[in-house]
């Protein structure tokens, strides 16, 4: 009730507000207010009997089609308070003498404990190890969440590696990772440098008969004293899998489907679109035809109108008095429920409390609401099929070369991070190669496509909103030099595509390496354990992903998302351009702030809007750490 009474408001205030700016959709209704479920739909509106219920109705249906909910919309705590309130209970305990709670990752030992123990001596090593991130809140040591770091760690105290008297703390023992990976994200290779105890001949074998069989340690070179292997690493090469049905053009149906070709016809260049979208041309409308049609056949006339006008009509379509940014992926205001009749024995039901009694009464819906609901499931479940089915062409993969031939070069990388600006810096980034592999494989049904990119460095999300933007690029039918125009001064809003496709597949040595052989040290690399990575990165990765993928459908919600978020942040892979759809502040909010502040509003913006697209959200502390 509390999330219709708040779309009530936003309602009332956008239909009395003709000139809204576009840009005006706030974070609450998109993000925190969850979109009802059907049955919720029913319970306010039974059946249509005006215009304008049955708009509601429709746009109930429309949502329970194509919105699902985001992964990022779920979190109801947000990340940045918790993170803050964190800091200051550590901070108010300090103060008042108290002892900070220790990090999960710290082995504690009593003061008897490190004295009795007999000192052994140490040397720096690189570890090399690989792992799957699911489960884990990412690489990076984290006093609060299970990480890679943390685990390993611990592996290193159990197993002598690390001493009891450095237990505690990571850095007396100086470790370093190599390169940082995100919430999810696995790496077949990753290098970790350390002082380590390394006179047991079975240490290998110990350090991973204390870790979860989701991470392997492949072996250990020593280096020399001062080897860092953050700041000696060369580049590194990364893997992302990438679903073929995602190069899929939005249906004709969606917010952004219209967009393309309502601004193509603008601009006067349609025929090039469709000539860029030829070999997916008329595809949705065959699965339209060979695949809804029939569900939508069996049902009756009045059930048949409703999901009709919910899948192949747009908002603005359904009345001319309902306000220009209301969600398709949003909630609609509905009247109480005043009767109903008794439901098929199948019925979902939902349940609030009585006012009389205090107990949860249960909500059925009658046959008719149910048919809806059941109609609904078939055609959501068609659609994914369609996609699923779908088996990309040479030509299609070509394009998509051709985007990724974009950032191949020095670009400044500002727009495919988080909170930095054109002119800093530390946004400018080489890529050396960016390739997807012409052939495709199957698995489970599902045709998969590997990209690969090597680059020097990349910031926190870079990969991920590189290959988001590719295939929106590829997708949307626009010309690939739009993404050269994203290294500009513009700030444009870039989701980042799902981390679950995501692995770091090696980082690379090639300086430190030709000065070790000199010295007769053994290089750093992955040459020697080619075979065990391969078993795991087939079993603990590349399983995993299609698994996760087959349950979860988490790239097939994350493009839902962008092709029905109703406002204009995304326009810029079509005819509109750059302009279309870059990021700015209000006006009213900018006059007599700061650059800052200026900067810091724009920054929020930015996180809010990708919100609610977003098939995730993560903690972004550490923002500028390169990996």
């Known amino acids: 009730h509390a999330a219709l009474h708040t779309l009530a408001v936003y309602l009332d205030w956008t239909c009395s507000s003709p000139q809204l700016p576009k840009r005006s959709l706030s974070r609450t209704f998109w993000t925190q207010v969850q979109r009802p479920t059907p049955s919720e739909i029913f319970k306010r509106t039974p059946w249509p009997t005006t215009e304008q219920e049955e708009m509601e109705l429709v746009n109930g249906v429309r949502t329970a089609i194509w919105g699902e909910t985001s992964g990022a919309s779920r979190q109801s705590i947000d990340k940045r308070e918790r993170l803050e309130r964190q800091a200051e209970t550590k901070r108010r305990k300090i103060e008042n003498g108290e002892a900070p709670e220790a990090p999960i990752y710290a082995t504690q030992f009593s003061k008897e404990e490190i004295a009795n123990e007999e000192r052994r001596p140490k040397k720096k090593v690189a570890l090399m190890l690989g792992y799957s991130g699911t489960g884990y809140y990412g690489m990076q040591l984290n006093e609060h969440q299970k990480t890679i770091e943390g685990d390993l760690f611990s592996a290193l105290v159990a197993s002598g590696a690390v001493s009891k008297a450095n237990a505690s703390d990571p850095k007396k023992s100086s470790f370093v990772r190599c390169a940082r990976t995100d919430k999810g994200v696995h790496a077949a290779g990753n290098v970790v440098s350390l002082k380590m105890i390394v006179e047991d001949p079975d240490i290998v074998k110990k350090i991973n008969d204390n870790l979860s069989p989701q991470i392997r340690l492949w072996g250990y070179e020593t280096t020399t004293g001062g080897f860092s292997c953050y700041q000696l690493c060369d580049s590194r090469v990364y893997e992302y899998l990438l679903p073929s049905h995602s190069l899929l053009p939005p249906h004709h149906s969606t917010w952004l489907g219209k967009k393309i070709v309502e601004l193509a016809d603008k601009a006067g260049n349609l025929d090039d679109v469709k000539a860029r979208q030829e070999e997916v041309a008329g595809y949705w409308e065959k699965v339209d035809e060979e695949h809804i049609q029939p569900i939508l056949a069996k049902v009756p006339e009045d059930v048949r109108s409703i999901v009709q006008k919910a899948i192949f009509t747009s908002e603005e379509q359904d009345s001319s008095s309902a306000p ?22 199948n019925s979902e039901s939902t349940a609030e409390p009585s006012a009389e009694t205090g107990e949860a009464k249960p909500f059925v819906m009658d046959p008719r609401q149910q048919l809806i609901h059941d109609t609904i499931k078939s055609v959501k479940a068609a659609y994914l099929a369609a996609k699923r089915a779908y088996r990309v062409s040479p030509a299609r993969v070509a394009r998509l070369q051709e985007a990724l031939d974009q950032y191949q070069g020095t670009k400044r990388f500002h727009n495919y991070t988080i909170q930095k600006s054109y002119k800093d810096q530390s946004a400018q980034r080489i890529i050396k190669s960016f390739k997807v592999n012409p052939e495709p494989i199957l ?6 496509l590997s990209l690969k990119v090597h680059g020097q460095s990349f910031m926190m999300h870079q990969i991920r909103k590189m290959v ?21 001064p513009e700030r444009i809003a870039i989701p980042k595509a799902p981390g679950l496709g995501l692995l770091l597949e090696r980082p690379i040595f ?34 995993r992903i299609f698994r996760e993928e087959q349950q979860s459908s988490a790239f097939n919600i994350f493009f839902n998302h962008i092709d029905h978020y109703p406002a204009d942040y995304y326009l810029y892979v079509t005819s509109g351009g750059i302009e279309a759809s870059k ?38 502390t550490n923002l500028a750490e390169d990996r």
């Open 324 to 345: 220009d940014e209301v969600p398709s992926g949003g909630e609609v205001q509905t009247k109480p429920d005043e009767s109903s009749t008794q439901p098929p024995a």
């Open 443 to 448: 698995i489970n049904g599902t045709e998969w």
């Open 468 to 488: 988001a933007m590719a295939a929106l690029i590829v997708r949307s039918g626009c010309i690939p030099s739009r993404i050269s125009e994203t290294y500009g």
């Open 510 to 543: 090639d300086s430190y390496n030709t000065k070790a052989t000199s010295l007769g040290r053994e290089p750093v690399g992955f040459t020697k354990f080619t075979a065990e990575m391969e078993e795991f990165k087939q079993r603990e990765i590349y399983d």
């Open 583 to 620: 990021l700015v502040p209000a006006p009213q909010s900018t006059q007599g702030a700061s650059r800052s502040s200026v900067k810091k509003q724009v920054d929020k913006s930015e996180h809010d809007i990708l919100a609610a697209v977003e098939s995730e959200s993560e903690d972004e």
